[in-house]
């Protein structure tokens, strides 16, 4: 990777245990035109710690004020990233991912590992180069033990914002998924947001419900027959693959609820698979 970027960029590293050091890699590593906020591990939290674009504000408001060519965002042990725009546009995590794994394979081919409710994007990216996906139950450790079984280049998780990258360890790692960016963007001269608009175009949604674990086969019986003919993989919950998009359901391992994820070419699509498996629950 490049060592010297250049580029002007904002930080909200939430006051957390990596702070200190992405602070330092990316001023004094990468040699960016660093603007950081909330880099003292020694405060509290100044906000929610999962890095959702939903509660980084003052992330979009700081692209904008140092008009930064982009804008990270981290939880607070500094593996999960959230990545912003020069417009303060903070992207859907999944695409930050399928934007890693892009730049990876233009570098080196080879299989990528995610999990079941990772968009199809990455599908779409890996075949433009021609790897291989391999798709596990949700956690960072399944993904991991797969990555290694295969040999992959590259995986993650999307929903969460969590890039792996082998060459350099095999966990979950903001400070990789930054430089990966950033060396493309050097690069090639592309903005952040040329980067984002390059992806194939998907809608998602998610979210949770109560739920007895008792009721999560009834469910995937219900779920099945309400979509003959999809594709079904059963290795977490179920998931149910369709034209035009597919859903994910799955109970949680430490709560009673039960998780629904869903995507869909069109945002039609994608609402349509989300009430349905909300109806039936």
């Given at each position: 990777m490049r060592t010297r970027s250049g580029a002007r960029v904002a930080l909200d590293a939430v006051n957390g245990a990596g702070s200190r050091m992405s602070v330092r890699f990316l001023r004094d590593i990468l040699g960016c035109e660093l603007h950081a906020?909330?880099?003292d591990p020694a405060k509290p939290f100044p906000r929610e710690p999962e890095p959702r674009p939903e509660v980084l504000g003052e992330l979009s408001e700081l692209v904008l004020r140092v008009r930064a060519d982009a804008g990270f965002a981290q939880d607070p042990d500094g593996d999960r990233l959230?990545?912003?725009?020069?417009?303060?546009?903070?992207?859907?995590?999944?695409?930050?991912l399928?934007?890693?794994?892009d730049c990876a394979l233009r570098k080196q081919k080879g299989p990528v590992v995610v999990n079941l409710t990772t968009s199809s994007a990455v599908d779409d990216i890996a075949a433009r180069h021609g790897c291989p996906v391999f798709r596990t139950p949700v956690g960072e450790a399944n993904v991991v033990e797969r990555m290694r079984a295969v040999r992959a280049v590259i995986g993650g998780e999307g929903a969460n914002g969590g890039?792996?990258?082998?060459a350099v360890h095999p966990c979950r790692d903001s400070c990789l998924g930054m430089?990966?960016?950033?060396?493309?963007?050097?690069?090639?001269?592309?903005?952040?947001?040329?980067l984002a608009a390059s992806l194939p175009r998907y809608w998602r949604r998610s979210g949770k419900l109560p739920f007895a674990h008792g009721r999560l086969g009834q469910l995937m019986q219900a779920l099945e027959a309400a979509l003959p003919g999809a594709r079904a993989d059963r290795t977490d919950g179920?998931?149910?693959m369709l034209d035009d998009g597919w859903v994910h359901v799955r109970a949680s391992n430490t709560e009673p609820i039960l998780r629904i994820a869903v995507e869909g070419k069109t945002r039609e699509a994608a609402d349509r698979l989300y009430r349905l498996a909300e109806s039936l629950c």
């Open positions: 906020i909330h880099a959230a990545v912003a725009g020069e417009t303060g546009r903070v992207f859907d995590n999944d695409d930050v399928a934007l890693a794994i890039i792996i990258f082998p430089a990966l960016l950033l060396e493309r963007m050097a690069e090639t001269g592309e903005t952040m947001n040329a179920l998931k149910l």
